[in-house]
């Protein structure tokens, strides 16, 4: 496939970081600053192997949890909106590729009942598995103490395990979209981790410890 941008306009850049990235200081550790920015750094990797277009996949992937501003089951179609609504966007990308852009957001969700509608989609999706096995685990029980404060460490870690089983699992509902992406590698090695109950314990008293100092 032939690349539509194989670089970033440096414009656009600039509005991102200054207008867009630093709104999501607010949203927690699990869904941070430090979460968007590797999912941006990913999907403009995975452009750049599928030979999609660079602002594109910039642009859906620093708007991609936008939405975590609202209810977090419906966070990928308020992103969408969020998206579809920012009338500065217009400055660099047609109302067609806006739609594109939007879908791609909105389909991101790893618990999405359909597949991607297009590229963008499916990289920012991929991207969004950030499966370096400490950075799922660390996630999951960030975003534990950051909805309930109130658990035990035994009811975090029911919640952990449940969640990796649910998943992250064979039986799991997670799905990989581009192939040859190094989350196929990562993935193999969660769930090796997970088949082991007491290793996956002991990676969560680690962290868990850690997160709460």
């Known amino acids: 496939m032939q ?3 194989n ?3 440096l414009e656009l850049m600039n509005f991102v970081e200054t207008q867009i990235l630093p709104r999501y200081t607010t949203f927690g550790p699990s869904h941070g600053l ?3 920015k590797r999912v941006i750094e990913r999907s403009l990797v995975l452009a750049r192997k599928t030979g999609a277009n660079q602002n594109m996949a910039y642009i859906a992937a620093a708007y991609h949890d936008l939405g975590m ?3 977090r089951a419906i966070h990928h179609l308020t992103g969408g909106k969020i998206l579809q609504a920012d009338q500065r966007l217009r400055k660099w990308f047609t109302e067609d590729q806006v739609k594109i852009m939007r879908e791609a957001v ?4 790893a618990s999405s ?3 991607p509608r297009n590229i963008y989609g499916k990289i920012v999706a991929e991207a ?3 499966l370096d096995p ?3 685990f660390r996630r999951t029980v960030q975003f534990g103490l950051e909805q309930y404060p109130e658990k035990s460490r035994e009811e975090h870690w029911l919640r952990f395990f449940e969640h990796m089983q649910n998943k992250y699992s064979h039986h799991g509902y997670i799905t990989l979209w581009i192939p040859g992406s190094p989350n196929h590698q990562y993935l193999e090695e969660i769930r090796r981790i997970i088949s082991n109950p007491p290793e996956l314990r002991k990676q969560f008293e680690r962290i868990f410890s850690e997160e709460k100092r």
């Not at 909105?106 to 969700?109: I, N, Q, V, Y």
């Open 3 to 5: 690349t539509e941008e």
């Open 7 to 9: 670089h970033v306009n």
């Open 34 to 36: 430090a979460h968007v």
């Open 69 to 71: 501003s609202g209810p």
């Open 106 to 109: 909105e389909d991101h969700r």
């Open 113 to 115: 009942s359909h597949a």
């Open 128 to 130: 969004d598995r950030d």
């Open 134 to 136: 400490e950075v799922v």
